[in-house]
């Protein structure tokens, strides 16, 4: 069996527009030299400006789809995205238990379409306790952080509380500076790096997602926590920078960037 191009799994939503989700996971993986097999969690409805609606999969579904590429492929490195439901994510946890040595990185949101879903706080609650103890590392930014670390008040006590929940890594991205955004990376010990990134005009949404899916992508090539953090970071600004207006609302990422030069 070739394995020189990785296996990567992608957990998460169908974007019709292809800004997010499944379709900008795969252009990530397929830039960064893997192959991307896929789980659809949920069925949205949107453009390039907003979203109108989403509809989880049922949560059998989206474990036969998860069992069938496992049980067939060897996946080097998986990434967690939208799930949708509090069901799907007790369906997800129920699978890795059954693959421990897969690294796991999860881009928390239980948000999406809907801001103030009154289902947020429970799917907040289901990533915290049964996602975060199986993963290798977790990429929240500044407002996902809030909504799961619920006794801190402060980033560096968010971070502590949430590697209490049993993730061996978080970073937590898009901290503000004056011209600047700060990405700030974690360990059990705490804070192990710092990195600085001019601040890039808003692309469209899906872009958080395209870091997670970076990560997992280098360390299905093998690198280290922190060269994979680094390079990945790198990545995901430049496809910003090379944003293209495809549509009528926000600019989307090329995640193909390098192909025009």
Known sequence: MDTRQPVVLTITHHDPS????????????????????????????GDTGELLGVAPVDDSLLVEQARAVLEDMPVAAIKVGFLGSVEN????????????HIP?????DATLADKESLLAP???????????????M???????????????????????????????????????????????????????????????????????????????CHIAHGLTIIEAVSRSQQFTWSAIADSRRLGMGRPVPDRLFWSKR
């Open 18 to 45: 292809g800004s997010a989700g499944i379709t900008a996971d795969t252009e990530t993986a397929v830039s960064l030299g893997c192959h991307c097999a896929s789980v659809v969690s949920a069925i949205t409805v």
């Open 138 to 216: 977790a990429c929240p930014n500044r407002r996902e952080a809030c909504a799961m670390a619920v006794e801190a008040d402060v980033m560096d006590a968010m971070a502590q509380e949430l590697l209490e929940s049993g993730c061996s890594y978080l970073l937590l991205t898009g901290v503000p500076r004056e011209q600047q955004v700060e990405n700030r990376l974690y360990d059990e010990r705490g804070l192990i790096r710092q990195f600085h990134w001019e601040r890039l005009p808003p692309a469209a949404y899906g872009t958080c997602g395209t870091l997670a899916t970076a990560i997992a």
């Open 89 to 100: 994510v007790r369906a997800l946890h129920s699978v890795l238990r059954d693959y421990p």
């Open 104 to 108: 796991v990185i999860i881009d928390p």
């Open 122 to 136: 429970s799917l907040w609650e289901a990533t915290t306790s049964l996602l975060l103890p199986q993963a290798t």
